[in-house]
């Protein structure tokens, strides 16, 4: 009997109905999308801030009295162990030189190209990359030396270091806006051959997670880890990345709050007027004998099945609306989450009720006597 | 000392609404089990504040109200409820059916707010008034006449000791309203109580016994002493 009148008073109240469980998914897919989103951005968003350059770098600890101290190459594989390693997307080992080209001194990098462009996308190549982590021949140019030797794409030029020299050819121009244009990139194992400093590291380019891993912490692992190195955050980027982080994450609680607040009065609304439509229909059922819990209990079904209803409608339509702006904004899909459900239907019940309090207590206050007086 | 023969017992019964207003004044009467008692008056004369009252809808002012010995004034809400669907049935003027159930769910509905609801009994209530084929309907395919049936099953299904009926043929045409009276009429031959608030005189005579209201006080002069001088219209 129980679901019988509940079934029969929706089919009684199809637009009304429609309104109540349309005014809960309009909540509860923005809700969805929100915690979707939110569960999803700051990965999102922290690996569009890594685009624009590593934010750690790993040194060499410098004795006192000495002028040059290099890391090992080996140990960098610490990078790639347990806590580090989840946090690490990734990095590259550079070592610098000064050598001459042309009778030119110029400042060679040799680092691991391969690995480039994830730490530093936004070069401008002309040619392309050279490949394979230890090619021999093939270089970066940068534009001003490019310009300044006459070093066109596929020339070859000569490299001088102390008695040691290799050839290269030019397999790419690169235009950055900073000193790598003053540069030519090769290998790193090129420059360890050409400086005879086999498995020597200069500095590490670190790309790492933030949300998860404070970078502070981070570099303290790695110093532990890694014998002889010093980690530094570079602050600019790392705080630019939490700071940006904390306005999206306010920005959307701010959107979301608003929209539930907005849901809610829709909410209560709706179901202010239902009751009072349904005003004689309550009072009957009092004068029948039906308790005041009773009551709350057949529209508090009601109201559960509209939380449901509304809150799965509701998280589908808003996991779409996270797709579309996950493909908009990041370029990329955004995973559905358990918790972002949970999250979406815990959110629309708590609105739904306690919009529905008030209503659903004059309900269960209303007096039979004077709804079916016809003195 | 209140008499146990009695169905229902009212005694120095005051009402007074909000502002003041005197519905009843210092109302007294009783009712024996199985008796039929018509209670007439002009609008605002009380009887419905006296029904509503006698069947728990509403609390008195003053006074006390018996129902088959038991002093309801004294109940709380919750009490007075189950009273309500343990005790009386009740019939309106206006009908008061949940419009998106049918006949069949009309009358278990009472049924689920007593106990269980049992579609083959409540099939059987509708059957006795003359429904078997209205069972389905909604109360907006069936005639004024046919509603008011629906309520009678509805108020009888749970076997109340006093049966309260408010102008149950106010709307009714003639028709109609003979039969409707001659299923009260019946259920009276089975022992119900009833008592039943009617301008019609035709239809208070019917009863064992009228007690008139005027300004909310019981009219004395004008109580029809006993069953022989009803003049049963069926």
Redo the contacts between chains.
Sequence with gaps: ??W??IS??F??RKARLALSILSVVLGASLVAALSNLSLEIPAKAGSQLRAYGANLLILPQVPPGTNEAYISENDLSFLERGEVAQAVTSYAPSLYSLVEIAGQPIVMVGTWLDVMPQISPWWQITGYWPEGRENMAEALVGTQVSEKLGLGLGKEFTVSSGDNTRRFKVAGVVTTGAAEDKQVLVSLKAVQELTVLPGKVGLVQVSALTQSHPLAHLAKLIEEGIPGSEGRVLGQIAKAESRILSKVQLLLALVAGLILTASGLVILSTMTTTLLERT??IG?????????Q?IAGLFSAEIGIITLGGGILGYLLGYILAQFIGYRVFASAISPHPLAFLVTITIAAMVTWFSSILPLRRATQID??IT???? | MINSELSLAVEELTKYYAARVLALDNVSLSVGHGERVAIMGP??S????LM?II?G??RPSQGQVWVNGQDITGLT??EL??F???TIG?V???F?L????NAL?NV???????SL?DEEEARQALVRVGLNDRLYHLPSQLSGGEQQRVCLA?ALINSPQILLA??PTGNLDKANEEMVMKLFHERHQEGYTLIMVTHDPDIARMADRIIRFDHGRVVPEDVVGNSSLAKPLL
Excluded: C, V
């Design positions: 009997m129980w019988r009148i029969r008073s089919r009684n004689a229909e009957l059922m009092k004068a029948l004998g039906a308790s005041s009773r039979p006597a079916l007086r016809g003195d | 609008s605002g009380g009887k419905t504040t509503n069947s809808l509403d809400g919750a409820t189950r309500r669907r343990e009740l309106f003027q206006q008061y949940i419009p998106y159930l769910e278990m509905l009472a049924q689920y707010f007593h609801a509805r408010d102008e």
